[in-house]
């Protein structure tokens, strides 16, 4: 049964009885490092000498000490730089810093679920995962409103590891919405299968499939982009807001029509078979292994796959037609 939990689940006092320390200041370090300040918390930001995000936090009011006097100063360690350093960074600022009682917090569960962190038995090990970007929590925040967050405990070394991490998500607006609990295990493998089958990489092969068929069949390349690409907002928009049911309310009939029958068409069994693979390898930590040998290889497959595709006909064209729309936000 999903467990859900609101402001009155929660108890603000116990973050604000702690001392937090918010490492990185990029989307998720932003915001959590604001709205836990806006709610009264302690919070001092852990960035290194000569980081870009520095100028940022502290000319948003905000003490910017190295990442390991913050770890050091903190009984509360969220870890908010990318995935791939994380394991570098708890190695050189926190692990020497950890006090007995001392909570590690993580907005994702990558690192511990991949054993690329082993922290001691006498923290804490919890996850507040805001389920939306730090700039839509931060401006939920301070519009009084909140994003859902999924909240975990991996290690409860104080016994109150659940109680402390709800606190810290009403902390950042998250109890106005509803918190659901989940594991790191869950959180982490469901993550990166929905962004790697579905919302990334699948729909992103999905587009460029269909845009390739209608141009190698003749097609002008403008028409093809704006049928596979540019129309996927309006579907997406009101899948968003009523399912898979109010999207087909809006379309047409023969749109109806031609979704039942030709969809199980395009995603067949055997791509669901292949969608079990990748799941399988997410589990058994093929694809961490190899994403961060990848990362410390210095990107080199990841930077080819994104000149390729950059070079793409969808993507030049794409470039074309969108300065014809001036109400299309284009920020790349
Ligand atoms: P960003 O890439 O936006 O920001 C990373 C921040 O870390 C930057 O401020 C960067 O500073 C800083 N940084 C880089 N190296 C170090 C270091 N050695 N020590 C301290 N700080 C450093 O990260 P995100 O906010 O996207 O991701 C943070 C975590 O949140 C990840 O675990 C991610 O999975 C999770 N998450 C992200 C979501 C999102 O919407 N983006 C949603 C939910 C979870 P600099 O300016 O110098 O580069
Ligand atoms: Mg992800
Ligand atoms: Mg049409």
Redesign the pocket.
């Known amino acids: 049964m999903t467990e859900l939990f609101y402001d009155d689940d929660a108890d603000l006092s116990i973050i604000q009885g702690r001392k937090v320390a918010i490492?990185?200041?990029?989307?998720?370090?932003?915001?959590h490092a604001l709205s836990l300040r806006d709610s009264g918390v302690d919070v001092r930001v852990?960035?290194?000498e000569?980081?870009?995000?520095?100028v940022?936090?502290e000319g948003q009011g905000l003490r910017v000490v190295s990442?390991a006097e913050a770890a050091a100063e903190a009984d509360v360690i969220m870890?908010?730089?990318?995935?791939p350093?994380?394991g570098?960074?708890y190695e050189?600022?926190i692990k020497d810093n950890l006090k007995d009682g001392d909570a590690l917090f993580?907005?994702?569960g990558?690192?511990i679920r991949f054993d690329l962190i082993k922290p001691p038995a006498n923290v804490d090990v919890c996850m507040v995962?805001?389920?939306?970007?730090?700039?839509?929590?931060r401006r939920q925040y301070q519009e009084g409103r909140g994003v859902p967050c999924i909240v975990a405990v991996e290690q409860d070394a104080s016994g109150n590891a659940f109680a402390l991490a709800l606190s810290y998500a009403m902390g950042i607006g998250g109890t106005r919405a509803g918190v659901i609990k989940t594991t790191f295990t869950e959180e982490t493998e469901t993550?990166l299968f929905g962004e790697q089958a579905v919302l990334a990489g699948g729909v992103s092969a999905l587009v460029k499939a269909g845009f390739e068929t209608l141009v190698e069949a003749g097609y002008q390349p403008e028409i093809a982009y704006f049928e596979c690409l540019h129309e996927l907002k309006l579907v997406v928009d009101l899948m968003y807001e009523g399912g898979l049911e109010k999207m087909r309310w809006s379309i047409s009939e023969t749109a109806e029509w031609g979704d039942y029958v030709t969809g199980p068409r395009i995603i067949t069994d055997a791509t669901k078979a292949e969608m079990k693979k990748v799941l399988g390898e997410i589990q058994d930590g093929t694809f961490a292994r190899n994403w961060i040998n990848e990362y410390n290889a210095g990107l080199p497959r990841y930077n080819e796959y994104k000149k390729a595709d950059s070079d793409h006909l969808l993507e030049t064209t794409g470039r074309k037609l969108r300065q014809l729309m001036g109400w299309v936000h284009d920020e790349v």
């Open positions: 490492l990185g200041y990029g989307s998720q370090g932003h915001a852990g960035l290194p000569g980081s870009q995000s520095r940022k936090a990442p870890v908010l730089v990318p995935d350093i994380q570098k960074v050189e600022s993580f907005a994702h990558f690192t995962a805001p389920k939306g970007p730090g700039h839509l929590v993550d």
